[in-house]
């Protein structure tokens, strides 16, 4: 069974300052990696994701992850934070190979909160 | 770029009644992926259709069925509702001959009183 841990509940930045949201996954075979953002009420907007190739991944906004294997995590990164980046983050993960469907599986989500 | 239709945004049902939602995908994506967020959660993952096909299925309550039409559209029907199915429901479509990206639709928040 795949699964995605995001050990912060909030984080918390000031205003220029790098924010850094942390994941770690557990998946058979090669990790397919999301980043996923949600603002109140809305819904998930697509940030990033890692398949293959560069451990560094480039994504909408600014933001990068970088994926490391020996460590199995994928944390979000930006170099200067903007109040509108506060949201909700979701890190999720599928498995690559496999019969059936590659559903999604999501962590519980940090708040991000970039205080002016 | 056209994205994921879902509708209806909103609803409000009375316990015991019930309710459809559907998912109309990007044009050409074979496969949608149903989500159910309650309150302060994460998604978690319901039930799956490729070529109107049942793929798989995840933590969907049996008061719940779906399925995929033959314009790639999905309705998510639920009966007997209970006050815990007050939640946001996400769509996802995929194409499956890519690297199966999901893009998620807004999400239809059902609310039960």
């Known amino acids: 069974a795949q699964s995605v841990a995001q050990p912060e509940d909030q984080v918390n930045v000031a205003e220029g300052n790098p924010l850094t949201v942390k994941c770690t996954y557990s998946?058979?075979?090669?990790?397919?990696l999301f980043w996923y953002v949600q603002y109140p009420n809305r819904g998930l907007q697509f940030l990033l994701k890692?398949?293959?190739?560069?451990?560094l991944v480039k994504g909408s906004y600014g933001f990068e992850a970088e994926f490391n294997k020996s460590q199995t995590s994928f944390h979000l990164k930006k170099p200067s934070a903007l109040v509108s980046d506060s949201a909700l983050y979701f890190c999720?993960?599928?498995?690559?190979?496999?019969?059936?469907?590659?559903?999604?599986?999501f962590g519980k989500g940090t708040k991000l909160s970039v205080i002016p | 770029a056209a994205g994921v239709i879902q509708s209806p945004r909103h609803l409000i049902k009375e316990k015991r009644e019930t309710a459809t939602l559907k998912c109309y995908p990007i044009?050409?994506?074979?496969?949608v992926y149903w989500y159910q967020q309650g309150p302060g959660q994460d998604p978690q993952f319901l039930i799956s259709?490729?070529?109107?096909?049942?793929?798989d299925k995840g933590s969907i309550p049996d008061r719940f069925s779906a399925q995929q039409f033959s314009d790639y559209h999905s309705e998510l029907n639920m009966s007997s509702l209970e006050l815990g199915d007050s939640a946001l429901y996400f769509c996802?479509?995929?194409?499956?001959?890519?690297?199966?990206?999901?893009?998620f639709g807004p999400g239809t928040r059902l609310t039960v009183l």
């Open positions: 999720a993960v599928r498995g690559s190979t496999g019969a059936g469907s590659y559903q999604l599986t």
């Open positions: 890692y398949i293959t190739g560069d451990n």
């Open positions: 044009p050409r994506h074979d496969t």
């Open positions: 996802a479509s995929v194409v499956t001959s890519g690297n199966n990206e999901q893009f």
């Open positions: 998946v058979s075979g090669n990790p397919y």
């Open positions: 259709f490729y070529e109107k096909m049942q793929s």
